[in-house]
């Protein structure tokens, strides 16, 4: 199955669920739900993952049919082989397409291939960096859906880097949804990173969650950033090298 078909079986699902609910509600809650059963598994302490299980266990109850929330891991796999196959911005596609992104925001679809060339012109030397100092670190301010990183990523994986080993990555988004499709897509294409929730101009944090693959990366590098790389103070969260594994209730789609 191509990208595009994918992209197709995933709104058909979407228009497939509870009528009461647009297609923006079933998108969001979606990528609410991915991401709190993602981000739990690297939850810094109890009280977070109960409040990540609170979260998700209060979409999954906004569904009277069962049957709906029992559809939404076919969006998960479909949007997990899209992005490891690389070359796409799955969700930020989607999000364009279903006409769900909010120009009042400021939020609007960069289309991969561009992102992909302006990651080529900025990163042409990443492969001498990574082999002086270990890794690579990307930020982006104001990521959207990650399209940015993703590229990068691309570009990465194609000099034959393994991604969480060589490349970490600090990334912030205002917006909340477009933070959850942000994480999602960070965490299932195996990027370690730090995804953080806020606003970049006035400095707010709001949440922060880190992927999965960002505890392999500190396992092999004992940090995330270089001193010089760090987030500043407001931004700072001690990394907790002991995820929690014992994801009681919260085992995601599992209902």
Known sequence: MKNSERKKAFIKILDSLDNSKSRYEHFRNYCE??????????????????????????????????????????????????????????????ASELELLDS???????????????????????????????????????????????????????QGFILDECMSVQVIELSKMTYHMLYVQMAIRGIPAMVIHGNSLSLETFEMAYTPSALVFVGKHGRLFNKSEEPSANQQINIIIKPIINLGQLDLFAA
């Open 104 to 158: 009042r925001q400021g939020q609007f679809f960069t289309p991969y291939e561009v992102s992909k060339m302006l990651a080529h012109i900025n990163m042409a030397d990443v492969g001498a960096i990574i082999n002086e100092q270990g890794f690579v670190t990307v930020s982006d301010p104001a990521a959207g859906a990650g399209c940015t990183i993703l590229a990068a990523a691309d570009i990465i994986e194609d």
């Open 33 to 94: 739900m991915s991401y709190c059963a993602i981000a739990k598994t690297t939850a810094k302490d109890e009280a977070s993952a109960d409040n990540l299980e609170a979260c998700y266990m209060a979409v999954v109850n906004s569904y009277a049919n069962k049957d709906d929330v029992r559809k939404i891991p076919e969006l998960l796999t479909l949007t997990t082989i899209s992005l490891n196959e690389g070359g796409c911005d799955f969700l930020g596609e989607l």
